[in-house]
């Protein structure tokens, strides 16, 4: 087995043996228990008012865009805080100096410890997205279009998020890492509102600014692309006819499938920043 | 020649962590390295390892340059800051380290269990890390240093935390790894640790090696310190051919350059003349001895 594979089976085993999976896991019964029992109390009370089936699913399926959201400030939050320690906390501990004494290189440590966590909030993003849409579409009778989609872009975005967490690790304190990538998450998301709302007022230096953000950190791109595996195409159809632009500043609302080429800059943006990290901490002296 | 280095220096920002390490290991002996704190020991020992480049100088390690990768393989390390993950069981954590090391080392749990035992963690083999006091970490650490009897065994403190026992277990294990072939290159501000087990010293200083040698050319020669009373001339002539004496006031005669065998000779001389022997100190200049006389006297740093 390489030293990244037992780098990476030693991640998970330290995520299940800490309970961090088992904590995240009953924190998503809870989640979706109570959204659940939510969205149920809503369909019941819209369908003994006469609320038809369509206006009906259509509102459930914005109140699952919203569920997602926090889904994906959770995914996001535990990938920062998964990631933050992951070469720091070694580092500050010692445990890393007996390690990288071995014949490894710094690199099997960071892509190891990286790989592991990717598999850890994969499986986390998929197990609690999954959950969240079949106990929604059990109680609702509504299921999303692309709901694979979804969860796919909202661990691509935990990913990128987890990603920067451990490059800055490689430098800086675990607890100062995980405040810039919060931080970073917080105001990537702003610059897609700015984006949104600068377009609607055809203000140009401000959309380039906030799209030139959104490829600097790609979280925001791919939180619009879980938006769109999420949106029934009826709810895109009258909302680009009857808002147009306005419907665009919507922070909650997409019309397109991000592009290609930014789907494909983000996997870049991985592969960068991560290969940064190993050079960061193949340059420090320990 | 185990280890081997040149004008080796290390600078921190503005601080020289080490200035000019020049010194040779050979290949199964024990060798001490020696100094105060700050003294840039564990900059040194870093170096060696690779965790650390240095700003200059050259060195190799088992005849390959420092840092080398495969190298790294035939090295077992105890770092001074011993901690392996508490989540880990111990025995977990030296398989763990059979896998980073790589081919060649037996992964059997048979020989897990011997390392194990021979640090004194059979017991807790099963044990999570994260419930060990420092001690046992220390132990654990020294059995993942002596995984796949590596030719080179770098211990970093090693009894830093240990009480009395662990420290006669450590020096018995040492010598153990010795004897069966392995060099060890022991890091110490400990001065009786070092005397006690090492064959070859380097007393080091604000990062440079101040004096490095045998242990005996270091001391200078032995000498006996005994308290005797009732001493004639007679025996004073006798005690003469063991070596130079030297009467003192207070009851004590120093014998210095007496060959160490013949300590009892000395003794029973002194008795078969009708002295009486209160105590009997063999000896020489210690090392704390010719460490103060080398460093200086405390706070004259």
């Given at each position: 087995m390489s030293n990244i594979l037992v780098i990476a089976r030693l991640t998970v085993a330290e995520a299940v043996r800490r309970r961090i999976v088992w904590v995240l896991a009953g924190l998503t019964m809870i989640s979706v228990a109570l959204t659940t029992w939510g969205v149920e109390r809503l369909v019941s009370l819209a369908r003994a008012g006469g609320t038809s089936d369509l206006e009906i699913y259509v509102g459930v399926s914005q109140v699952l865009i919203l569920v997602a959201f926090m889904f994906s400030f959770v995914l996001a939050m535990t990938a920062a805080f998964l990631g933050a320690p992951a070469i720091a906390a070694d580092l500050e501990s010692g445990v890393a100096h007996a390690m990288l004494a071995r014949p490894i290189r710094r690199a099997d440590l960071v892509v190891g410890r990286w790989l592991g966590l990717v598999v850890v909030v994969v499986l986390y993003a998929a197990g609690s997205g999954l959950l969240e849409v079949t106990a929604v579409s059990f109680v609702s009778g509504y299921a999303p279009p692309q709901p694979i989609l979804a969860i796919a872009f909202l661990s691509a975005q935990a990913v990128v998020l987890l990603t920067l967490s451990i490059v800055l690790s490689t430098r800086l304190p675990a607890i100062a890492a995980g405040a810039i990538c919060v931080v970073a998450f917080g105001l990537g998301w702003m610059a897609g509102v700015f984006a949104g709302i600068g377009r609607f007022f055809d203000a140009g230096p401000l959309v380039s600014v906030a799209e030139g953000s959104r490829w600097l950190l790609p979280t925001d791109g791919l939180w619009r692309g879980a938006i769109f595996g999420l949106e029934p195409p009826a709810v895109v159809l009258v909302a680009v006819g009857r808002g147009g632009p306005a419907a665009q500043a919507n922070p909650f609302f997409v019309a397109t499938m991000p592009p290609g080429a930014f789907i494909a800059w983000s996997a870049v943006w991985v592969a960068i920043v991560l290969a940064i990290a190993v050079v960061s901490l193949t340059r420090r002296d320990l | 020649m185990i280890i081997e280095t040149e004008g080796l220096a290390k600078r921190y920002g503005r601080a020289d962590a080490l200035v000019d390490l020049t010194m040779q290991v050979d290949a199964g002996e024990v060798f001490g390295f020696l100094g105060p704190n700050g003294a840039g020991k564990t900059t040194a020992v870093k170096l060696l390892l690779g965790l650390t480049r240095p700003t200059r100088g050259r060195a190799t390690v088992l005849g390959a340059p420092l840092g080398d990768r495969a190298t790294r393989g035939r090295i077992g390390y105890l770092p001074e800051l011993f901690r392996y993950?508490?989540?880990?069981?111990a025995r977990e954590v030296l398989e763990l380290h059979t896998r980073l090391i790589g081919g060649g080392v037996d992964r059997s749990r048979r020989a897990i269990d011997r390392i194990l035992e021979e640090v004194g963690l059979a017991d807790r083999a099963d044990d999570l890390v994260g419930g060990f006091s420092k001690g046992m970490q220390q132990r654990l650490g020294l059995g993942v240093a002596l995984l796949g009897a590596p030719p080179l065994i770098v211990l970093d403190e090693p009894t830093s935390a240990l009480d009395p026992v662990g420290r006669a277990d450590v020096r018995a294990i040492i010598r153990r790894a010795r004897d069966a072939g392995s060099t060890i290159f022991l890091n110490s501000h400990l001065l009786t640790e070092v005397e006690r087990v090492c064959d070859r010293v380097a007393i080091v200083d604000r990062g440079r090696v101040l004096a490095d040698g045998r242990l005996d050319d270091l001391l200078g020669a032995r000498a006996v310190r005994i308290r005797a009373t009732d001493l004639t001339p007679a025996a004073m002539t006798t005690l003469g051919r063991f070596g130079r004496v030297a009467a003192g006031d207070d009851g004590w005669l120093t014998i210095s350059g007496i060959d160490a065998a013949t300590i009892p000779d000395a003794v029973t001389a002194i008795v078969a003349s009708g002295g009486r022997v209160h105590a009997v100190y063999p000896g020489r200049a210690t090392l704390e001895d010719r460490y103060l006389e080398l460093i200086g006297p405390p706070g004259s740093a």
């Open positions: - | 993950q508490p989540w880990l069981h």
